[in-house]
C-alpha cells in the first residue's frame, strides 16, 4: 500500500494562493484516481479535486477556475495549485490514491490550510 505525505499548507490571507504536494512512497501510475479531500471542522471531508490516470479532472463546483490538479508519474507526486483562497477554503486537506472507486485506497495524514479574511 503506498504511502502518501501532503505539504504546502500554511497561513494565508484571502485573495492569496498556496501549492500542495502529495508525495507518494512508491509508483502512483497503477492509480486510476489521485485526489484531494478536504474536511473542515464539524463538517465531513469532501471531495476538492481528482485526476484521472489518463489526465482528465473533475473539480468540485466551489473550486471551479480557482484551483488547478495535475499529476506526475515520474515523480510519484499530485500537486493542487489553489488561487483566489477564501475563508471558506480554510480545512485540513487530504490526498487520496485510489484505484477503482475515487476516495477509497490510500490517505495522507493531512495538511493544514488556513485562510483569514
Known amino acids: 500500500q503506498v504511502q502518501l505525505v501532503e505539504s504546502g499548507g500554511g497561513l494565508v490571507q484571502a485573495g492569496g494562493s498556496l501549492r500542495l504536494s502529495c508525495a507518494a512512497s512508491?509508483?502512483?501510475?497503477?492509480?486510476?484516481?489521485m485526489g484531494w479531500y478536504r474536511q473542515a471542522p464539524g463538517k465531513q471531508r469532501e471531495l476538492v479535486a481528482i485526476i484521472t490516470s489518463g489526465g482528465r479532472t473533475n473539480y468540485a463546483d466551489f473550486v471551479k477556475g480557482r484551483f488547478t490538479i495535475s499529476r506526475d508519474n515520474a515523480k510519484n507526486m499530485v500537486t493542487l495549485q489553489m488561487n483566489s483562497l477564501k475563508p471558506e477554503d480554510t480545512a485540513v486537506y487530504y490526498c487520496n490514491a485510489a484505484t477503482f472507486v475515487p476516495g477509497s485506497g490510500s490517505w495522507g495524514q493531512g495538511t493544514q490550510v488556513t485562510v483569514s479574511s
Open positions: 512508491g509508483s502512483i501510475f497503477s492509480f486510476n484516481y
